[in-house]
């Protein structure tokens, strides 16, 4: 299916048994309550959903699974985060014969590749497959930043859309806005400057408290398009000490107990991650309790999907 990036696309957390198997129940349950709340589309595999841990028949399972549960309504985009050439070439012809509509790139892993080598690498899985791809910049985590001039030469591939923006730097929406106009859509990256970069121009949100507040995170999104900021705000600084456990490197942890705390998932994860102990479990489990205490009412966002509010988002700025 066209993959639009636009919207929003929650990096689902992979969930796991108390054995260490895919929970496929859990993964159901949580992505019934993404599509009820209006997502518009899923990423599977990211950080989020610990990549480097998962084989590629768990891979080839979450995708085929997910695409039939979403029947096809959204797209589901699987994340490609590998150390060779040839084997993201590999990842992508798989995705590709899975059933996924798209993929979302990072640099390669490990090695801290020269500019022109990451410009290779994402050009040679570009040449070697149809779909769709989102760059995923995060120089922050992942030590390359896949800078304007990088991205001016990945234009030569029709099938490079779209940008995950995870630098934490906001300006960036504007430069890579004023550079390519709307040559790539943008996604922001970072739950915790998401609306700025949404009023600044971003076309969505890749979401990762999300994955246990779903309707929350489709609402600010779809207010914003709606260019009602003040409730958009509102919202978002409820949201706020929330986002803020996307921005550590225990992000895993914290939002799968958060899934646990709204009864979106367990806490179950692949080793070497263990579940957050003592002072930090019980700090992180309070800031999650407190916002659920005070969830706020979000009046009827829903209604906000109609074509007057589905039109270019760059024109509200």
Same mark, same amino acid.
């Given at each position: 299916?066209?993959?639009?990036?636009?919207?929003?696309y929650p990096a689902l957390t992979t969930k796991f048994t108390e054995?260490?198997?895919?929970?496929?129940?859990?993964?159901?349950?949580?992505?019934?309550?993404?599509?009820?709340?209006?997502?518009?589309?899923?990423?599977?595999?990211?950080?989020?959903?610990?990549?480097?841990?998962?084989?590629?028949?768990?891979?080839?399972?979450?995708?085929?699974?997910?695409?039939?549960?979403?029947?096809?309504?959204?797209?589901?985009?699987?994340?490609?985060?590998?150390?060779?050439?040839?084997?993201?070439?590999?990842?992508?012809?798989?995705?590709?014969?899975?059933?996924?509509?798209?993929?979302?790139?990072?640099?390669?892993?490990?090695?801290?590749?020269?500019?022109?080598?990451?410009?290779?690498?994402?050009?040679?899985?570009?040449d070697a497959t149809d779909l769709?791809?989102?760059?995923?910049?995060?120089?922050?985590?992942?030590?390359?930043?896949?800078?304007?001039?990088?991205?001016?030469?990945?234009?030569?591939?029709?099938?490079?859309?779209?940008?995950?923006?995870?630098?934490?730097?906001?300006?960036?929406?504007?430069?890579?806005?004023?550079?390519?106009?709307?040559?790539?859509?943008? =996604? #922001? *990256?970072?739950?915790?400057?998401?609306?700025? +970069?949404? $009023?600044?121009? /971003?076309?969505?949100?890749?979401?990762? %408290?999300?994955?246990?507040?779903?309707?929350?995170?489709?609402?600010?999104?779809?207010?914003?398009?709606?260019?009602?900021?003040?409730?958009?705000?509102?919202?978002?600084?409820?949201?706020?000490?929330?986002?803020?456990?996307?921005?550590?490197?225990?992000?895993?942890?914290?939002?799968?107990?958060?899934?646990?705390?709204?009864?979106?998932?367990?806490?179950?994860?692949?080793?070497?991650?263990?579940? =957050? #102990? *003592?002072?930090?479990?019980?700090?992180?489990? +309070?800031? $999650?309790?407190? /916002?659920?205490?005070?969830?706020?009412? %979000?009046?009827?966002?829903?209604?906000?999907?109609?074509?007057?509010?589905?039109?270019?988002?760059?024109?509200?700025?």
């Open positions: 299916m066209t993959v639009k990036w636009q919207g929003i054995d260490d198997r895919l929970d496929l129940s859990f993964f159901e349950k949580n992505l019934d309550a993404q599509l009820k709340a209006g997502i518009d589309g899923l990423i599977l595999a990211g950080s989020l959903g610990e990549a480097s841990s998962l084989a590629e028949e768990e891979k080839c399972e979450l995708v085929k699974h997910a695409v039939q549960l979403v029947e096809s309504e959204k797209p589901v985009i699987l994340n490609i985060a590998e150390q060779t050439t040839s084997s993201a070439v590999k990842q992508a012809k798989d995705a590709q014969s899975w059933g996924a509509s798209g993929i979302m790139m990072l640099p390669p892993m490990r090695y801290n590749a020269t500019d022109e080598e990451t410009v290779a690498y994402f050009s040679a899985v570009a769709p791809i989102m760059i995923y910049n995060n120089p922050i985590d992942y030590k390359i930043d896949v800078n304007l001039d990088m991205l001016e030469e990945l234009t030569q591939h029709d099938n490079i859309q779209a940008i995950k923006e995870s630098s934490r730097d906001v300006t960036n929406v504007t430069k890579l806005i004023n550079r390519f106009g709307d040559r790539f859509k943008i =996604l #922001s *990256g970072v739950d915790t400057l998401a609306l700025e +970069n949404l $009023i600044l121009g /971003a076309d969505g949100w890749v979401a990762g %408290l999300g994955c246990a507040f779903p309707e929350e995170t489709v609402a600010i999104y779809r207010l914003v398009l709606a260019n009602r900021i003040k409730e958009a705000v509102e919202i978002y600084r409820w949201f706020f000490p929330l986002l803020e456990l996307d921005v550590s490197p225990q992000l895993v942890q914290n939002i799968k107990l958060a899934e646990a705390q709204t009864g979106l998932g367990t806490e179950y994860m692949r080793k070497p991650r263990l579940p =957050l #102990s *003592g002072q930090e479990r019980e700090r992180v489990l +309070n800031i $999650i309790n407190e /916002a659920i205490a005070h969830r706020p009412k %979000l009046l009827q966002y829903q209604n906000l999907n109609g074509q007057d509010v589905y039109k270019d988002q760059k024109q509200h700025v």
